[in-house]
């Protein structure tokens, strides 16, 4: 392999350490992945550089008939994507040849989400739902925080009270491998939780008088943890989504994490930003939303369209 490679993948893989905070495996899989694609354009004449679509989408069925597994395929054309991409920004190259590849992994599971009309009744429905005025108040706390912000449902239902003291615009979020990151709070969600605060103030000042210890968590619960548990929370989320009028088999909280991503993206937002702010380690998996957007356009022109109508 030759050196302007090799300073290529080295390059890059500093980035991905610096930027994204890459874990190491997944450092280390991306570096096995574009040297495997390195060694395959110099015993071509090419490089980095001078590969085109077409190079790629032959590396790729080169990969096939070596009988490599569909994952591994798709990680290797996620790699040099997103190799491109940096060589891009970095103004190595004008254009990324592999951007409009579709790879194996474009075959799973798009991940079900749902229209902004229906997450509009989602939320008035949880202002709604309970069966005291103090149930109800925290539901329209937990939807409108979990809608706002993308988080995991773990991550909700965990989430300390004091990441939400001060009125803060964001919020610091502990994920997946204790890795904290920042999310920031719409005004609907502020209120909401606001409101909730006043009342939780009120519970802590009680057990404060009565010799009882405080709860930690925003949304405590009865058990050992110490919080509302996700299990709760799955069945709470279903209720709400039938009282407003939503199929409740198409809801559940990891399916607003995806309304939340999809929405942005449908807004403009770049792939990057909602990256970070869904605590994805690899922007691949945050790419599905691309094609969850591909597939609503493609339905919205085959069903609006004049010409998609049938002529009498």
Not at 204 to 226: I, Q
Request: charge should be positive.
């Amino acid at each position: 392999m030759g050196p302007d490679l090799q300073r290529w993948i080295s390059t890059f893989l500093q980035a991905q350490a610096a930027e994204q905070d890459a874990a190491t495996n997944t450092q280390l899989a991306y570096g096995r992945d574009l040297i495997a694609f390195a060694a395959y354009l110099s015993a071509k004449g090419k490089d980095f550089a001078s590969a085109d679509r077409d190079t790629v989408e032959a590396y790729l069925v080169r990969c096939e008939g070596e009988g490599l597994a569909p994952a591994t395929r798709a990680r290797r054309l996620s790699a040099i994507r997103q190799l491109y991409r940096f060589a891009k920004e970095e103004g190595w190259r004008e254009d990324n040849p592999a951007i409009r590849i579709t790879g194996p992994g474009a075959s799973r599971h798009l991940p079900q989400t749902l229209s902004e009309a229906e997450v509009t009744a989602i939320l008035g429905a949880a202002r709604a739902f309970g069966k005291t005025e103090r149930d109800r108040i925290r539901n329209c706390a937990l939807v409108e925080l979990l809608y706002a912000t993308g988080m995991r449902v773990s991550e909700l239902v965990e989430l300390p009270i004091a990441a939400v003291r001060g009125d803060p615009r964001m919020i610091l979020v502990k994920g997946k491998g204790d890795k904290e990151r920042m999310v920031p709070l719409s005004t609907p969600a502020k209120a909401a939780v606001a409101h909730w605060l006043t009342l939780r103030d009120a519970d802590d000042e009680a057990s404060r008088k009565a010799g009882k210890p405080l709860p930690r968590h925003l949304f405590p619960g009865p058990g050992a943890a110490g919080h509302l548990t996700r299990q709760h929370f799955y069945l709470l989320i279903k209720d709400i989504a039938a009282a407003g009028g939503v199929d409740p088999a198409r809801v559940t909280p990891h399916t607003l994490r995806h309304a939340f991503a999809t929405h942005l993206l449908a807004g403009g937002a770049d792939l990057r930003v909602i990256q970070t702010l869904l605590g994805h380690a690899d922007l691949a998996t945050t790419e599905i939303y691309t094609h969850v957007l591909e597939d609503q356009l493609r339905d919205l022109v085959l069903t609006r369209h004049p010409l998609a109508k049938p002529r009498t």
